[in-house]
């Protein structure tokens, strides 16, 4: 599954700025069919000088019952873009 063009800018820029992709979850949990995630955490200041569509939004899971992480979706699409949180 090709990843929803929303959220490659983002992607792009991580690759950009020298983070690397730990793993492709496909589908990832329940709600989202793909995620991409990050090893190191994401570049959010910079991120935020992106302008991205109103779909994209951020997002934070600190579920003990998985990985504590912050990214961003694509309410359209459910697709992620995470890494770990700070």
Not at 1 to 7: A, D, G, P, R
Not at 54 to 79: L, R
Request: glycine share 4%.
């Amino acid at each position: 599954m090709k990843l929803s063009s929303t959220l490659q800018p983002i992607v792009d820029l991580e690759i950009q700025l020298g983070n690397e992709i730990d793993r492709v979850d496909e589908p990832a949990g329940t709600e989202s069919p793909l995620a991409i995630v990050f090893k190191k955490a994401l570049h959010m200041y910079e991120i935020n000088q992106l302008v991205l569509a109103d779909s994209v939004y951020t997002w934070e899971s600190t579920d003990p019952h998985y990985e504590k992480e912050q990214g961003f979706a694509c309410a359209k699409t459910k697709h992620l873009v995470s890494g770990p949180l700070r």
